[in-house]
């Protein structure tokens, strides 16, 4: 009897099969990005620095444009508010403004950040929930489409007006259940609750104001444009009723933001190439709503898009650079960026895409991303699978241009500086990166607490 | 309320003095003046006449004939009274009779001017007058009472030749007295340069057709014929232009020869009269009326019109307006797309095709798809929608073909427009959109359309290589049928290399122009809003108070009416503001006004256009006018620019107009007229420059008139 021979054991082992597509087919049209437009990401670094904000004029443009044709090919009356909290970096703004945008602003600094840049206030459309007195002033007199969130700032309008002698034009946000997504019932008047109603009615027999627009938002990143046929629908019925009880005049309606980017959001399986409508899609299923909403009327309301997202998220990257690695107790391995959720607000949401600079050979492994803040949640990836990279790779986060010029925070390192590549290929500077000085610029130090260590250094 | 005297003198003469005056086809009141004056030359002859008019026009108001300007019976029976009056000696008798014609000639103009029109669509002009005057010619024949007139000698002038004219113009009134000729000839230059010139290029051509006929009748005789036949034809039923000129001139020759021809009559009594002329007028008129195919001239057969005032019009429709018999369509889609092949163009639209116009959408490179162009998907218009550009039937349609993959063709007979939509307007034109998206219909045969009406998508089948729109509108439903010539009306164009988007009423868009449809601006619609009632008052530097108001006419005619009386038409569309048909003395708010707005589109787009208003609206100095008079007999019209542009607050709009008028080398009028407007109270300012003159009023008030149970309003500004 002959013993057979036994195998050595081995621990069972299951290997991704990494081909270079996703289950759906779509392949990753490239493994490392080296440029924006042209211009080499290493330059820039080495110019600038790192971290580094990159914004592609070209990309910003042509994204607008798009958005543009696509409802103005569908709808004849197409306004496009660019939504400053979004990104209200002047260049961004001031670009914007070039194709026609007008501003679309929710608070006292965005309003005076728009004017600075040489917009009228009768193209300022004028958001938020928290307007105060001066601003409500201002608006008024400048012209301003002036959205109404609450009977106070109502009130406070009316008063204002009643000042100034003068008929002052405003809108209402209004708020309701699309069916589709979470209602956001804290901004603007409830439709349901007939809080909507009174308003119109209040603003009729109030006298000095006249309602001539209609404003609501129904979320963010909406995913199912239909949504938006179901605010349209809902919106067009309260025109219909604010005209025939109140006799106002509904010039326009807005619709808000809240198009999704190429931006995978944390929790949700699909890629985005899956999960996000096209720009073609939104407009399709929008302006046919429009369409019917203005059947048999002489003159139809402008449609106004506030969104912000979709047109400015991939015009910019985040430029950043190795600067430590470990790997961590459960095998994992990590590495330690200069660029943290400090400047990548949007890294708690979002799983942005990230790839190197240069083709890197390796086999790809699992990998953890943190930045440079000493704190536990300064997590950029909690996961990502990336070939070796050593000290010095540069990785590139895109999209990143929606809300991180404007939500990111001066907590403990110097922000970076944001670069614009021009559609000649040129490279502008359009926010130096943070100096001691700059950051200590708002601080006043009280002559008494001039001298450190009055008595003598602290051993 | 009483009337003043004056004014009720003023207003009781009118008609008859408007009434002599149209003897000449004149309107000017002057003219009548004149040509009453010319009628008592014989005293009474003069008077017969007045009692023949008299008595016709009291006829037509007793039998309740409406009020017109100028009432036919009025020259028709004045004729009449005056063949009476210089056949027979005064008596009685012969006013009796007068008045009698003149009763008789008033139902004769209104039984046979009713009667022509429905025939043939021709004027009656003097028919009554002729048939009437044979009548009597009949009837005196056989009354024992009546004594001839005796034969009264006139003088001749000299030189001869120019004595024959003012003589045979002067027959017309029974009066051939050179003199009377003369006063004649003045009243037609008052009223029209234009008319002068053809009465006398219509004697000459008409005097050398008997002159070379070697015939025994006397241009001196029966001259007016030819004059009158050249008058009518050439310029008062006509849009007055060289061809119009030439068919008067041959109604001239026509009525010289109907002139020998009718010679006979004379022999049984029946003078000729005014027939040659009627009936050479008739003949040219009906002529060309029934052509079958359309071009110059074009008549005016329901509306003539004085050939100065045609000359306006035509000037402002050639502006304004595609030739006549071009089918207005509108913009078939929204936002801008591209021509990518125009009228005429290189690929298809030739021979009886060539009227037709292709569109595709393109990015700011000019780039019509997204990345390589491979799929249809890329391509910016494809599934964009489609519009009807006509209201109509739905005549024909498809959408089971399916559309080609870019580059290919599907080029199979019966398949040239692919996916269509053929409609049926109700004046029977057929209009074609093809290349439409497979599946995209969204109407079916049979089914009435609004303009405007999303019909399909834009797609890429039959002979098309890559998704475009076609547009065409032929002559019936075939589908080889010819192509009609089109324009796209209220149409914003830009062209590249030229700056601002250009408005225009009837655009002719060519490759590579962009195209959209000019979508009315409802603020400043509003703000320009000029409804029946409203009143504007204007204060000018001077502190002096003009004031505007609008009014509805009983015809139904929106006039913007001067605080003089002057006034003009006015048509406030959906899309555009426009004036036309200035009337009535100068007026300085007024004049400004019509040339600062005389066209004004509501588009927010439109950033530039033209127009044509006639330069006798600008502040100009006596040696400028004097100039005009010498250089541009029969009037003229500026070449105006438009711009308009949103003030710097963004809340307002600064129209500004530049309208220059060439007269000769280094001869340029120049005049620029600026307004303001506010979206509250409409134009605030406005301001007319001329060299060193200027006029600029302020706005002060708005009021609106009352009505019934409604009191009026008015309101400082």
Redesign the interface.
């Known amino acids: 009897m002959t013993v057979a021979a036994r195998k050595p054991w081995s621990k069972p082992v299951l290997t991704p099969h990494r081909t270079g597509t996703n289950k759906f087919g779509m392949a990753r049209h490239r493994f490392y990005r080296s440029e924006v437009d042209g211009v080499a990401i290493e330059e820039l670094v080495e110019r600038y620095g790192s971290p580094l904000f990159v914004l592609s004029e070209h990309r910003l443009r042509e994204n607008v444009r798009r958005l543009l044709r696509a409802f103005r090919t569908r709808y004849p009356r197409v306004r496009y508010g660019w939504s400053y909290k979004t990104n209200y970096l002047n260049a961004v703004c001031a670009t914007m403004h070039q194709e026609g945008a007008w501003a679309e602003v929710v608070s006292d600094f965005e309003y005076d950040k728009a004017r600075a840049l040489g917009v009228p206030g009768s193209r300022i459309i004028f958001n938020g929930p928290y307007k105060p007195r001066a601003a409500l002033e201002k608006a008024a007199s400048e012209g301003a489409l002036i959205h109404l969130d609450n009977l106070d700032e109502l009130f406070l309008l009316e008063d204002v007006a009643r000042q100034m002698g003068k008929t002052v034009p405003c809108a209402i946000r209004l708020n309701f259940d699309t069916g589709y997504s979470e209602a956001w019932s804290r901004f603007g008047f409830n439709v349901e609750s007939g809080a909507a109603h009174d308003a119109a009615r209040r603003i009729a027999a109030a006298g000095v104001l006249k309602l001539t627009g209609l404003h609501s938002h129904i979320g963010t990143f909406v995913l199912d444009p239909r949504a938006y046929a179901a605010q349209i629908k809902i919106m067009a019925q309260f025109m219909d009723f604010a005209e025939r009880e109140t006799g106002a005049h509904i010039d326009y309606i807005d619709i808000g933001g809240g198009f999704a980017s190429r931006n995978a959001l944390q929790g949700v399986y699909l890629p985005p190439d899956q999960a996000v409508p096209s720009i073609d899609q939104y407009a399709e299923v929008i302006c046919q709503a429009m369409m019917e909403a203005v059947r048999g009327r002489k003159d139809w309301p402008w449609l106004i898009l506030e969104t912000g997202r979709a047109v400015v998220d991939d015009a910019e990257s985040l430029v950043s650079s190795v600067v430590g690695s470990k790997r961590l107790p459960d095998g994992r391995k990590s590495l330690i960026l200069d660029a943290g959720v400090n400047v990548l607000f949007t890294a708690y949401w979002y799983n942005h895409e990230c790839q190197p600079t240069r083709a890197i050979d390796g086999i790809p492994e699992e990998t953890v991303l943190y930045g440079p803040l000493c704190m536990n949640i300064d997590v950029m990836r909690a996961s990502v699978w990336l070939p070796p990279l050593g000290l010095g790779d540069r990785l590139v986060f895109n999209p990143v241009g929606a809300y991180n010029n404007t939500q990111w925070q001066e907590f403990i390192q110097y922000r970076p500086a944001v670069v614009m590549v021009h559609e000649n290929g040129e490279v502008a500077e359009v926010r130096r990166r943070d100096t001691l000085e700059t950051m200590l610029a708002p601080e006043r130090l009280p002559a008494a607490l001039g001298t450190p260590f009055p008595n003598g250094l602290p051993e | 309320m009483t009337e003043q005297p004056p004014r009720r003198a003023a207003r009781l003469a009118g008609p008859y003095l408007r009434g002599y005056a149209a003897v000449l086809f004149c309107s000017h009141p002057l003219a009548g003046l004149l040509i009453l004056a010319v009628t008592f030359i014989r005293p009474e002859v003069g008077a017969t006449g007045l009692l023949a008019a008299l008595s016709a026009r009291a006829a037509s108001v007793q039998l309740g004939y409406a009020e017109v300007e100028q009432p036919p019976e009025i020259y028709n029976a004045l004729l009449v009274g005056l063949a009476l009056g210089s056949v027979w000696s005064f008596s009685p008798l012969v006013a009796g009779l007068a008045v009698a014609a003149g009763a008789i000639t008033a139902l004769a103009t209104h039984v046979l001017s009713g009667w022509l029109w429905r025939l043939n669509r021709l004027p009656a002009m003097s028919l009554a007058f002729v048939v009437i005057a044979w009548l009597f010619a009949a009837i005196s024949r056989d009354v024992a009472f009546l004594e001839p007139a005796r034969p009264v000698l006139y003088p001749d002038l000299h030189p001869v030749w120019l004595s024959h004219f003012f003589t045979s113009l002067g027959w017309f009134l029974f009066t051939p007295h050179p003199v009377a000729g003369v006063a004649m000839f003045a009243a037609l230059l008052i009223s029209s340069r234009y008319l002068a010139l053809l009465a006398v290029a219509g004697y000459v051509v008409g005097a050398l057709t008997l002159t070379a006929l070697g015939s025994a009748v006397l241009p001196s005789l029966t001259g007016f014929n030819f004059m009158l036949a050249a008058m009518a034809v050439g310029g008062l039923f006509a849009f007055p232009d060289r061809a119009s000129f030439a068919w008067g001139l041959f109604a001239a020759v026509v009525a010289a020869l109907l002139c020998v021809a009718l010679q006979g009559l004379a022999q049984l009594g029946l003078p000729p009269l005014a027939a040659p002329f009627l009936l050479a007028s008739w003949l040219v008129m009906a002529g060309l009326s029934l052509r079958p195919g359309g071009g110059a001239p074009f008549l005016l057969l329901d509306t003539p019109t004085l050939p100065e005032r045609s000359l306006i019009a035509a000037r402002l429709a050639r502006a304004r307006l595609a030739e006549p018999g071009s089918y207005p369509v509108n913009v078939p889609?929204?936002?801008?797309?591209q021509v990518s092949q125009g009228i005429d163009g290189p690929h298809t639209h030739r021979g009886p095709w060539r009227h037709a116009f292709d569109f595709i959408?393109v990015?700011?490179r000019g780039r019509s798809h997204?990345n390589d162009g491979g799929t249809l998907g890329d391509y910016?218009?494809f599934?964009?929608?489609v519009l009807a550009p006509v209201a109509g039937q739905v005549w024909r349609c498809e959408d089971r073909l399916l559309d080609n993959p870019p580059g290919e063709i599907d080029a199979r007979a019966g398949r040239n427009f692919g996916n269509h939509v053929l409609l049926r307007t109700a004046d029977a034109a057929f209009v074609l959109l093809g290349h439409l998206q497979h599946g995209s219909l969204r109407v079916k045969a049979g089914d009435w359309v609004e303009a405007g009406q999303?019909l399909a998508a834009c797609g890429n089948s039959g002979r098309s290589a890559q998704p475009h729109l076609h547009l065409q509108v032929q002559a019936f439903d075939d589908p080889g049928a010819p192509t009609r010539p089109l324009h796209l009306r209220s149409t914003v164009v830009k062209r590249a290399g030229v700056a601002g988007a250009a408005f225009s009423l009837s655009a002719r868009p060519v490759e590579g122009d962009i195209v959209s449809?000019a979508?009315?601006d409802?603020?400043f619609a509003e703000a320009m809003h000029l409804p029946a009632g409203r009143t504007l008052g204007f204060r000018d530097d001077a502190g002096g108070l003009h004031t505007l108001r609008i009014e509805l006419t009983l015809l139904g005619q929106f006039r913007l009416i001067g605080a003089g009386g002057a006034s003009a038409a006015l048509d406030e569309r959906?899309d555009v503001l426009a004036f036309y048909d200035r009337q009535g003395a100068a007026d300085p708010l007024l004049d400004s006004w019509l040339l600062a707005f005389g066209l004004t589109p509501f588009s927010g787009a439109a950033e530039r256009w033209t127009d044509a208003p006639p330069v006798s609206l600008a502040p100009l100095s006596a040696a400028e006018r004097a100039l005009l008079v010498v250089l541009r007999p029969f009037g003229a019209s500026f070449d105006s620019r438009y711009e308009r542009r949103r003030d710097?607050?963004?809340?307002g709009w600064r129209q500004t107009g530049r309208h220059r008028l060439t007269l000769g080398p280094g001869l340029v009028l120049d005049v620029t007229t600026e307004a303001e407007i506010d979206p509250l109270h409409g134009c605030r300012e406005l301001t007319v420059s001329s060299g060193d003159r200027r006029r600029h009023f302020t706005l002060v008030e708005t009021g609106l008139a009352g009505d019934v149970g409604v009191p009026a309003r008015r309101e400082a500004v």
Not at chain 2, 333 to 337: A, K, L, R, S
């Open positions: 889609f929204f936002g801008d797309w959408v990015d700011e997204r910016l218009g599934g964009a929608p999303i449809g979508l009315r409802r603020a959906i710097a607050s963004g809340q």
